[in-house]
Each structure stands twice: as C-alpha cells, then as structure tokens.
T-cell receptor, first 112, second 113 residues
Framework: DAGVTQSPTHLIKTRGQQVTLRCSPISGHKSVSWYQQVLGQGPQFIFQYYEKEERGRGNFPDRFSARQFPNYSSELNVNALLLGDSALYLC???????????FGSGTRLTVV | QKEVEQDPGPLSVPEGAIVSLNCTYSNSAFQYFMWYRQYSRKGPELLMYTYSSGNKEDGRFTAQVDKSSKYISLFIRDSQPSDSATYLC?????????????FGTGTLLAVQP
C-alpha cells in the first residue's frame, strides 16, 4: 500500500510569491492534517480536514489556507511568502477509529 | 510555558544501551500520548500510542505514562545504530481522526556502534 504522498519534495520560492503543496492520503483515510516543522523544532499544527470540511485550524496567519477534495487529497496554499515560512511541511492522514496519524515525507520549502 | 517540554539532547549512547527519552506536559486534559521517530529528511513515523497511565510494550520499546505527574517516557532496550534518529513525543486531547497533535521539540539520539 502506498503511504501518504506529498509533492513536490523540495521547493524554492522568492519572498512575496505564492505556493501550493499537495498531499494524497492513504487509501481509505478521510482525515488529512497539515503541520509545519521548522528546523530543530517539533511539527506545529496548521489545519485539519475531515470529509472535506475544516475541523481545526492552528495559530497561523490568513496567508495559509487549505482545502480537501472529494477524493480526500488536499492542498495547502501559502500566499505572500516570508523568509520565516521556510520549513518542512508535513501532511498526515488518519482513519476514523484507528490510532495515530501516518505522516508523509514532507515538502521542504525554502523562501529566499 | 510550552504545553509540551522535551529535552532536545543530543543524546549519544553506545550500542546495546538502554535509552530513556522523556517529556513533560502542562495541560492535564491531554488523554492520548504518542511517540514518533523521525529520520533525517523524512516524516515522523508512529512508534507507540497509548491513552492510559502505565506501561505499554512493543518489542524493544516501552512507553510509560504518568498522568498524575504529567510525565511520559519512552524506553529503548538493546539500542541499535539504526535507532539513531529524532524522537518526538506528541499528545492530543481526543482520539480519533479529527484531532490535532501537540508535539515536543524532539530529542536527537545517536547510537554509536
């Protein structure tokens, strides 16, 4: 079985640009969450979607947005990029009634 | 004060040693506790998941939760070089598929052959 897949794996953007990150959950998983992991820190919760509805939002500015599609894949959008947005962006999926989350390998975003 | 505190290490041990990794937390409402392992340039991998005080064992790994002290631990027996990674504790208020995780900062472990 394929795990959680994220694309692209690496990305370099310039300050002020916009970026879209993509995530495909494990087949059968209807919940998708996004986390930001800055170097040397633990992941920080950004968004959670379940059955295409937003179920949670972390303490991130409105420049961050996300959505979940009918096939349960998800996109994370970040507008007006800042240098401080440079991080590993992780997507995690989960199945109702199961324990824990399965993370993808992440998208490493560098803002220059 | 952070909700979850974790010693960042780094921690270096010889092969075969017993490793103890620890986290403390401030929110007594946390009910679910997890340990993730993260290799360099990879996403976190779930190692242990528990929701009650006490010990849970899985092979060489034992997760311990003390809710009265708001303290959790992960023990690794007979540590191997392949255990070298960053270990993250994580907690949540609720279980299930619609809940956010609060992570510690991670402890970097190096097991020397």
């Amino acid at each position: 079985d394929a795990g959680v897949t994220q694309s692209p794996t690496h990305l370099i953007k310039t300050r002020g640009q916009q970026v879209t990150l993509r995530c495909s959950p494990i087949s059968g998983h209807k919940s998708v969450s996004w986390y930001q992991q800055v170097l040397g820190q633990g992941p920080q919760f950004i968004f959670q979607y379940y059955e295409k509805e937003e179920r949670g939002r972390g303490n991130f500015p409105d420049r961050f947005s996300a959505r979940q599609f009918p096939n349960y894949s998800s996109e994370l959008n970040v507008n007006a990029l800042l240098l401080g947005d440079s991080a590993l962006y992780l997507c995690a999926s989960s199945m109702v009634g199961r324990e824990g989350y399965t993370f993808g390998s992440g998208t490493r975003l560098t803002v220059v | 004060q952070k909700e979850v505190e974790q010693d960042p290490g780094p921690l270096s041990v010889p092969e075969g040693a017993i490793v103890s990794l620890n986290c403390t937390y401030s929110n007594s409402a946390f009910q679910y506790f997890m340990w993730y392992r993260q290799y360099s340039r990879k996403g976190p991998e779930l190692l242990m998941y528990t929701y009650s005080s006490g010990n849970k064992e899985d092979g060489r790994f034992t997760a311990q939760v003390d809710k009265s002290s708001k303290y959790i631990s992960l023990f690794i027996r007979d540590s191997q070089p392949s255990d070298s990674a960053t270990y993250l504790c994580a907690m949540s208020l609720y279980g299930g598929a619609t809940n956010k995780l609060i992570f510690g900062t991670g402890t970097l472990l190096a097991v020397q052959p």
